[in-house]
DNA sequence: TAGATTGTTAATCGATTAACAATC
DNA sequence: TAGATTGTTAATCGATTAACAATC
């Protein structure tokens, strides 16, 4: 039975799946169970079973699931099965990496534009696509009814960004943007930020205990006196 | 008391907690409450406080957190109270861009070299870094100390290159590569697969309640007969 | 002292894991 | 029928939220 407000772990790890179906059809197997499914994907294969069983009962008891049924009913399940086009804004480093990247990597996803408001990346050709003025964004979203946008501008213009591109229909962000996003109700924002990645992999990289003791221990004594100048308004 | 085994949520919110603390401070506030935080970051304010609360107590009751304070602690918490050298495997697109940015945007994070195999992008000038062969990768690591490294080679040759980088002393890795990459005990993966981000977006970008109940009802209908031919080794 | 806000303990919520009956 | 593996329910675990005493 299907179950609705499936969390947003279970969603994360449907494109995971998906992306070792396509390996394991690829290789001709035409069987998998979801041990062997766990062993690939580093799930658990309780896991799996229990994402799976979310949106149905795709697989066979005592033979497992048959990849090319189970990747078809994941590609509905994530709305995959007719490409999404998408726009990106922001056509520095970034945002032209990402702008070639997907056009070669991803069978399910079309960059079909990318913005940017500086007129020195107007009309810059990325591969086979010509940077565009922000302008244009309202235009292209209606005409093609984008509902996904990639935001790869500077942190203090992605709020302005965001605004533009909801008013015109875009229902879900991947914002790369090193800024909190305010949104309306119904409008999805995962945040790529890559600076919080790296940093919070920095954390693990260097023995924590000694570290997390003298910031402990250094607090008790250094603490600065409260001053309620200069506060917050 | 600073408690050990701090979560991983926990760890991935305090650079978050530094970005917002860098921007009071360059506006000149001094202090800033949990609730005032909790605007800011999205998170509750009860959620920021016992965050902090885990590795010290570094608010004063009554007035909040001192701002310099407390930027302190988490730069030490997290381990950027020294500039973090890492390194970029892969010179494509994506390696390219992530390269010139982190030397740009981040101050507490640096990139001294990027590698690649591909005898094209060898020698290639990025800003003023040559991209070397991935030969030396070893070298540089130990000369400098590397323990955090930043993957952009395509998948296939992903696990390669891990294994590489991790033999020479790497700790941590952010990976862009869409593989899931094996590594010993106390060695760190996070991945940044950004196919896997913008696949989850597109899940709530369209009407999900018919199309989860389409999949649903197909599921029963049309579920091929199970082979054990073919079947995964 | 009164008002504000932290730090911490307890309660709740949600997600993962374990167990097992159903069934191919 | 016996062996295998799913789908589902129950138990556990962990993280978030609520509450409030401590204290500036």
């Known amino acids: 039975m299907p179950n609705r407000n499936i969390s947003k772990s279970v969603i994360k790890r449907l494109p995971i799946y ?69 726009i990106v804004i922001g056509a520095g480093n970034l945002g032209t990496a990402l702008t070639r990247y997907n056009l070669t990597k991803n069978p399910y996803v079309n960059v079909i ?14 591969d ?9 964004a309202p235009e292209v979203i209606k005409e093609y009814g984008i509902k996904v946008c990639l935001i790869t501008v500077p942190a203090n213009a992605a709020q302005e960004v965001a605004d533009l591109v909801v008013k015109h229909g875009v229902k879900a962000i991947l914002n790369f943007a090193p800024a909190k996003l305010s949104v309306p109700e119904g409008v999805h924002v995962h945040n790529a930020d890559l600076t919080i990645e790296l940093q919070s992999l920095i954390y693990y990289s260097s023995a924590e205990e000694e ?11 250094k603490k600065p006196k409260p001053s309620k100048s200069f506060t917050y308004d």
């Open 128 to 136: 086979n696509l010509e940077v565009l003025p922000i302008e244009k």
């Open 211 to 221: 570290r997390l003791t003298r910031v402990a221990r250094e607090a008790k004594d």
């Open 18 to 86: 998906l992306r070792i179906l396509d390996q394991l059809i690829r290789r001709d197997v035409e069987m998998i169970s979801s041990k062997e499914l766990s062993n690939e994907s580093g799930f658990t294969a309780e896991q799996i079973r229990k994402d799976l069983a979310y949106f149905g009962a795709f697989g066979t008891r005592g033979a497992g699931y048959n990849t090319l049924f189970l990747r078809e009913k994941i590609i509905k399940i994530i709305g995959l099965d007719s490409i999404t086009d998408t």
């Open 113 to 126: 534009a990318a913005f940017d408001k500086n007129p020195d990346l107007i009309g810059k050709q990325i």
